[in-house]
């Protein structure tokens, strides 16, 4: 059992930057694939990005790539996702997951998942 905890989100003008904050506990976190997703009012939940147990390795939806950079710390048990240039259309939950597979995954078939964090931003 994995229990993820997200933080830092809040209000910004649209070209601003946040950093969230996922806190892991639980079991052996670098066992783990670390995704993040965000789910838009109204829509479905969409792939934001995701990263290797190492580290070493992430990809990235199509809609926030060269914006948004995700990070780990397998000392520290957390997951990052610092986000630049942020635009009103990302306003949405952002989500943290754990993956349990060897393959990264885009679709929501993750093993755990944070209660998310709000992210607004103004125009």
């Known amino acids: 059992q994995v229990q993820l905890v997200e933080s830092g989100g809040g209000l910004v003008q649209a070209g601003g930057s946040l950093r969230l904050s996922c806190a892991a506990s639980?079991?052996?976190?670098?066992?783990?694939?670390m995704g993040w997703f965000r789910q838009r009012q109204g829509k479905e939940r969409e792939f934001v990005g995701a990263?290797?147990?190492?580290?070493?390795?992430?990809i990235y939806g199509d809609s926030v790539k060269g914006r948004l950079t995700i990070s780990r710390d397998n000392d520290g048990n957390t997951v990052y996702l610092q986000m630049n240039g942020l635009k009103p259309e990302d306003t949405a939950v952002y989500y943290c997951?754990?993956?349990?597979?060897?393959?990264?995954?885009?679709?929501?078939?993750?093993?755990?998942w944070g209660q998310g964090t709000q992210v607004t931003v103004s125009s």
């Open positions: 990263v290797s147990r190492s580290g070493r390795n992430t």
């Open positions: 639980g079991r052996a976190f670098s066992s783990y694939n």
């Open positions: 997951a754990a993956s349990s597979r060897s393959a990264f995954i885009t679709t929501p078939s993750y093993d755990y």
